[in-house]
Each structure stands twice: as structure tokens, then as C-alpha cells.
């Protein structure tokens, strides 16, 4: 019994020679396949930290008395998304308004302890852009409300 396993075992190398030979091709292939998926994610993740949907990025307008008057400043706000970057509010306003704005600054709003009865509560945090339109433009932000 031990002969034959002996000549198993030769027979199992020579098979595994025979396909290592082969696999120089095979692995170059795998390489290139792995090398092309690997640019298809670097995209992918660009696209979607550059171009989050403009949608998820700028939430709501902010419609208060402070932000009337500065209307008048072309300057509009807007309640955004916590990760936004300067970058990504201005590309978002230019999809969804089709105005590109000068600068946009941006506040971190803490949100502040309330009280329900005999409970306390915090209102959530939330960031805050400003953004600066060109002199002459415009966006409609009351319609609907």
C-alpha cells in the first residue's frame, strides 16, 4: 500500500508541474482583471464622493427672516448634509438650480437641549451653507412653501 500512495504522489507533482506552467498566463490575466476592477472602484468611490446626488447633498433651503434679507445680497441658505464639502455644495446648486456660485461658507449648527415635560431632549445637529450667487442670478426658493 505505501508503494502505491508513493506513485500517487508522483503522479499528484507532475499534474501540479503541468499546471504551473500554465499559470503564468492565467495569473497575468487574473492580474489585469484585478487591475481593471480596482479602477472600476477607484471611479466609482470618486463618483460618489464627488458626486453624492445633489439631492442627498443640499437637504432643504433654509427659509427664515435673516435669510430673506440676505436674498437681497445674493446670498441663499441651505441646510446640507453633515459630510458636504465646499465642492460638493457648489456642484450640487449648479445640477439643481443651473447657476454656479462665487463661494460658499459653510457653519456646523449644534443642536440645542429642549425639555418635553418633565424630560430632557437635544435637537439634532445639523450644517449650514451660505451659498454666493453672481451678481444679476437668482433662484426661486419660496415656491412651494
Given at each position: ?61 433654509l427659509v427664515t427672516e435673516k435669510t430673506a434679507v440676505m436674498e437681497s445680497l445674493n446670498k441663499y441658505g441651505f441646510i446640507v448634509s453633515r459630510q458636504a464639502t465646499k465642492e460638493q455644495i ?56
Amino acid at each position: 500500500m505505501g508503494l502505491l500512495d508513493r506513485w500517487k504522489k508522483q503522479e499528484e507533482k507532475k499534474a501540479r508541474t503541468v499546471k504551473s506552467a500554465k499559470t503564468p498566463k492565467v495569473q497575468k490575466e487574473k492580474i489585469k482583471e484585478a487591475i481593471v476592477e480596482n479602477e472600476t472602484k477607484k471611479e466609482k468611490s470618486e463618483q460618489k464622493a464627488a458626486g453624492l446626488l445633489a439631492e442627498k447633498i443640499i437637504i432643504k433651503p433654509l427659509v427664515t427672516e435673516k435669510t430673506a434679507v440676505m436674498e437681497s445680497l445674493n446670498k441663499y441658505g441651505f441646510i446640507v448634509s453633515r459630510q458636504a464639502t465646499k465642492e460638493q455644495i457648489k456642484r450640487a446648486v449648479n445640477e439643481l438650480y443651473g447657476i454656479k456660485p462665487i463661494a460658499v461658507n459653510m457653519v456646523n449648527v449644534q443642536g440645542k437641549s429642549v425639555r418635553f415635560g418633565r424630560n430632557n431632549g437635544r435637537r439634532s445637529d445639523y450644517k449650514k451653507a451660505l451659498v454666493t450667487l453672481p451678481i444679476g442670478k437668482t433662484i426661486t426658493i419660496h415656491e412651494g412653501v
